[in-house]
Every structure is written in structure tokens, then in C-alpha cells.
């Protein structure tokens, strides 16, 4: 349990840097993003791509996390610039 905190807020903070003017803020929020970022990054490389091993929140998994991540907070600028009138 603590390891996959520790992976969220790793992930999320590493995704953080690569996409610019996101509005995610703060430890948690970050750390939630990092987390269903994982998720995400494990449903696209081990179900979708058939890559690496069925443990969702392993150290290896730090790049798909990052992957998910990234695409997760790009999902959510994109949803937030199309409520702005």
C-alpha cells in the first residue's frame, strides 16, 4: 500500500513536469493523478499491448505510470478547456 502511494506521487510528479500549464496542484491531487495514471499505464501496456507482468503497482511500472499519467492529465486539460465558454 505505501509503495503504490510512493509510485503515485512519483509518477504524478514526474508527469507534472512533462505537461505544461496543468492545474493539478498540490501532494494528493498529485498523487491521485500518479495512481490512476498506473492504472491506466497498466491497462494500456500489459492488457492492450500485451508488455510486461500483471502487477499493478510494481517498481518496473514506474514508465507506464509516468505513460498513464501524462495521458490522464492531457485528458483532463482537454475536458477543462472545453467547459470554459
Aim: hydrophobic share 55%; glycine share 18%.
Amino acid at each position: 500500500m505505501i509503495g503504490a502511494l510512493i509510485l503515485g506521487l512519483v509518477a504524478g510528479g514526474i508527469a507534472r513536469l512533462f505537461v505544461p500549464g496543468n492545474k493539478v496542484e498540490g501532494c494528493l491531487p498529485t498523487m491521485a493523478t500518479g495512481l490512476g495514471g498506473a492504472f491506466l499505464g497498466w491497462l494500456i501496456f500489459t492488457k492492450a499491448l500485451k508488455i510486461g507482468d500483471d502487477d499493478i503497482f510494481d517498481l518496473g511500472g514506474i514508465i507506464g505510470a509516468v505513460v498513464g499519467s501524462v495521458l490522464l492529465l492531457v485528458a483532463l486539460q482537454y475536458v477543462s478547456s472545453r467547459r470554459k465558454p
